[in-house]
């Protein structure tokens, strides 16, 4: 039998038997007793409010729902630009809660970020509330021995995983492979939704996950993130849509998942909850602290809030590619195209990929042949700034079509944006180690921290590098990839650069339609955001905010902080445009796009001049071409890059 037939054969044969293996009642029973017998039932607060710090946050987000009603509603909402202040909101949340914390997320990884979350929430579960985690499984826990711990360490922590694969909570090589080759759409369908809800007041959505990364703790590559903090009436929202993935089949208990069971049987001992060992407990501590100080609370999270009645918090429903034409499956993608198409004057969009699903590219195709077309402003990442190559090289090919026929404004940010590297300065300023409380930590503190620019661009970096697991398959989604051929993982760095220093990716996803409706979630406007993983985010209407969230946006299109996407010039007329006609037939092939001269490339400011858009007669005169991948070293990822681009266009609706 041939190799090729044989490995095929070994494949199903292990598809087959890993569909079988479940969890057995009998042994859900085990474990379920193993944990009653050994849980820690102590909860250190006899009180009604269970010992709960007061905080500003909190105290905003119950005034806004006392002061609401069926026909008027009034929320609190304030945009977390700032990792700094997205970070220290969370803590000072979790610590105000009463009642019950819910928190819903794509990644949760073991490094400084994730303990000093997980830490609180335990905290504030043996203060006595309600706390629920949901985390996609393919991109969160998957060690054992923690499994084993928040499973029984409190009864009122609950961990729930989302759609494993194969009924396991660590995912090997060969189950990847076969969960690729035996159940495409329920594999490929991740939950991407992000929402931490407190007290079904007080509620944080966006882009950001639990991984230092997202939270400038990283002293490599960080990502450009954005957040928003909701109080009134639309948390309820996020309460009904929580209910409804926690209590869906695909969201899995630990002690039903076949690897967490097993080692819970043969581990009968209670185990204990050993303090966080941070890599840089001064960051931790300085979040710690910050999240006990009102007056910092409100001058760095509630300074720029702003009372409005118009917010509506929407999210997929789970398990969409279930039933993809059920309109309720895709609730917000829905609602997000919807504003898209709605836009009369100016549509300013961020993503960190730029791959148009086939709605979409209706969508700005009629908008650009409206009267007047509205402007559309596109702020993405570069080759030099994104960790997703594939997802990057599909762009890259279909420049043309964003410029020539949907009249995009392209931005393509740079690795070393000025506001970030500020930040950077200052907080490589600290010692790590020295003056730094360092264990469990209590309501008090013994956390980490992030940046301290206290800038609205939102990006501090600095890291703990510690990245979670390093087997093969965890490489495709420690970091957001999104798909099968995108990032993979902080063990695979993003491609190497001519400068040095530490480099920043855009992950926000932010749009502003005429100046006046916003949106802020975890929808990339991408295919896989339109039909695989479940979306969620806020629409809020209301002038100040999307003035607030454009501003945001626009900040990162200057020319310190984004290079220009422009068509080429025409040196030798007739050359360029056989040049042209060629690219344009190589564009549109779906498989060997080798044409090496794209339409487009990268232009930089020249100094002394202002920026321009790419239409004003004088853009040339005042910009130059910096070629197609700016400050990207000759590397395997570039030819990486360069071989998607050629080849790619099949796999474009799952990146």
Not at 63 to 82: E, G, K, Y
Not at 357 to 375: C, E
Not at 447 to 467: A, H
Not at 614 to 636: E, K, L, M, N
Request: hydrophobic share 40%; with cysteine; net charge neutral.
């Amino acid at each position: 039998m041939p190799l090729r037939a044989l490995t095929l054969l070994n494949l199903l044969l292990a598809v087959l038997l890993l569909q079988g293996c479940v969890a057995s009642k009998t042994q859900i029973r085990r474990a379920d007793a193993v944990v009653a017998a050994t849980v820690d039932t102590h909860v250190n607060c006899d009180r009604a409010d269970h010992c709960a710090t007061a905080s500003p946050l909190l105290d905003a987000a119950t005034d806004a729902v006392a002061a609401s009603t069926p026909t008027q509603p009034v929320h609190i909402v304030s945009l977390l630009n700032d990792s700094e202040a997205a970070m220290v909101a969370r803590l000072s949340l979790i610590r105000a809660a009463r009642s019950s914390i819910d928190v819903q997320t794509y990644i949760w990884d073991e490094d400084d970020a994730g303990q000093l979350v997980l830490d609180e929430l335990l905290q504030a579960a043996r203060r006595g509330v309600k706390v629920r985690i949901l985390a996609d499984q393919l991109s969160s826990f998957d060690d054992m021995a923690l499994l084993n711990r928040l499973a029984r360490i409190s009864p009122n922590l609950e961990v729930r995983l989302y759609n494993p694969t194969f009924h396991d909570a660590h995912t090997s090589p060969l189950q990847w492979a076969a969960g690729i080759a035996c159940c495409f759409f329920k594999f490929n369908q991740r939950m991407h939704n992000k929402v931490i809800l407190v007290d079904d007041s007080a509620g944080i959505t966006g882009g950001r996950n639990y991984q230092n990364r997202y939270f400038d703790w990283d002293n490599d590559f960080d990502y450009v993130d954005r957040d928003v903090l909701v109080g009134g009436p639309a948390a309820k929202a996020m309460a009904d849509s929580f209910a409804l993935f926690w209590n869906h089949p695909r969201s899995v208990p630990l002690t039903h998942l076949r690897d967490v069971n097993r080692y819970i049987v043969t581990h009968p001992a209670p185990p204990d909850w050993p303090a966080p060992k941070y890599l840089h407990p001064q960051r931790v501590y300085r979040a710690q602290q910050e999240a006990s100080d009102d007056d910092w609370l409100r001058a760095h999270v509630l300074a720029d809030s702003i009372q409005t009645g118009n917010v509506e918090f929407f999210s997929d429903m789970p398990a969409k590619t279930d039933k993809p034409n059920k309109k309720s499956a895709r609730e917000f993608t829905r609602h997000v195209m919807q504003m898209v198409a709605s836009a009369k004057s100016e549509v300013i969009l961020q993503t960190p990929y730029l791959v148009m699903s086939r709605r979409a590219r209706k969508i700005f195709d009629k908008l650009h042949k409206q009267t007047p077309a509205p402007r559309i402003v596109v702020a993405t990442n570069s080759l030099a700034s994104t960790d997703a190559f594939a997802v990057y090289a599909l762009s890259y090919k279909h420049r043309k079509p964003y410029l020539k026929d949907y009249g995009f404004e392209i931005y393509e940010m740079k690795p070393h944006a000025p506001g970030p590297a500020e930040a950077n300065a200052y907080a490589s300023m600290e010692s790590p180690e020295e003056n730094a409380p360092n264990g469990s930590g209590d309501s008090s503190g013994s956390g980490s921290q992030v940046g301290s620019n206290g800038q609205s661009t939102g990006n501090v970096p600095s890291k703990t590098g510690n990245t979670k697991s390093n087997n093969a398959s965890r490489h495709f989604v420690d970091t957001e990839s999104h798909g099968l051929l995108g990032s993979h993982g902080s063990s695979s760095r993003p491609a190497p650069l001519l400068s040095s220093g530490r480099r920043f990716g855009l992950h926000a996803k932010s749009i502003v339609i005429d100046d006046d409706i916003a949106m802020v979630g975890s929808h990339n406007f991408d295919p896989r955001s339109d039909h695989y993983n479940t979306e969620a985010g806020v629409i809020i209407v209301d002038q100040r905010f999307a003035t607030q969230l454009r501003q945001s946006i626009l900040r990162d299109t200057q020319p310190e902080n984004a290079w220009v996407i422009a068509p080429r010039q025409a040196t030798v007329p007739l050359l360029s445009d056989i040049n042209n006609a060629i690219g344009s037939i190589s564009e549109e092939l779906p498989l060997f796009d080798l044409w090496p001269f794209r339409y487009a490339t990268s232009y930089q400011l020249k100094p002394g001049c202002k920026p321009l858009r790419v239409g004003d007669p004088g853009f040339f005169a005042c910009y130059q071409p910096v070629g197609d991948f700016p400050d990207v070293a000759v590397s395997p990822k570039m030819f990486y890059t360069l071989l998607i681009t050629a080849f790619g266009a099949g796999v474009t609706g799952i990146l």
